[in-house]
């Protein structure tokens, strides 16, 4: 028994300095992922020798430190996830952590030009130019509504001025909705469904994002949900 107690200390001991030089993040780290292996071998070794009662009430608990541990790894966004739009005469891409758009135009006066780079005269001259085109509009107005929140009482803005709809490119393709719900080619059902959630999070109308990509997210989900049935 003396020998037992001589070892616990001595184990205790040696988790206390360990504990005392690490980092709290690391130690948080480290319990969550050997925490319930630690509590699951306590529970099997009392098991072994009799105490059923205190093992498995240790085996359940170390399932259910697992199980949250689990929901909360994937209740966090993925870094660096990016979902990629285009249309005639723009690229764009959203961040899914910041939820900011970034682009590039394909087309028209200023074509190879990053939007970042335009000045606000100059995006309004854009706007105008993509009369024609109304996804491509729609896209560069869901810019607009991030970078200058109050851009449509500008008098240069020429909202809702002329034919601002053009008709549809055509049915999104697989690989289009893959890029535009950020994911890689073959990913599941559940994962598609988890994108389509996160980014109608940040984009909705209703918590003030845009309709055009709202549209476009619930497009891609159905595309690609279509051949998971």
Known sequence: ??????????????????????????????????????????????????????????????????????????????????SHVRTAALEMELDHDSGELDGVVRAGAFDGRALGDLSEEQLFELHAELQGDGESRQLLEAYLDGRLPLWRENPQADVGGGETRAPASGPMTKQEAYQVLGLEPGAGAADIRKAHRRLMQKLHPDLGGSSFLAARINEAKDVLLSTHG
């Open 1 to 82: 028994m003396m020998l037992y107690v001589i070892t616990g200390v001595a184990v205790a001991l040696g988790l206390f300095y360990v504990f005392m030089r690490a980092d709290a993040a690391k130690i948080a780290l480290s319990l969550r992922l050997v925490g319930p292996i630690v509590l699951a071998i306590f529970g099997a070794g009392m098991m072994l020798i009799g105490r059923v009662g205190i093992g498995g009430m240790a085996l359940s608990a170390a399932l259910g430190w697992y199980g949250a541990g689990r929901v909360r790894r994937n209740a966090r966004p993925t870094p660096g996830k990016r």
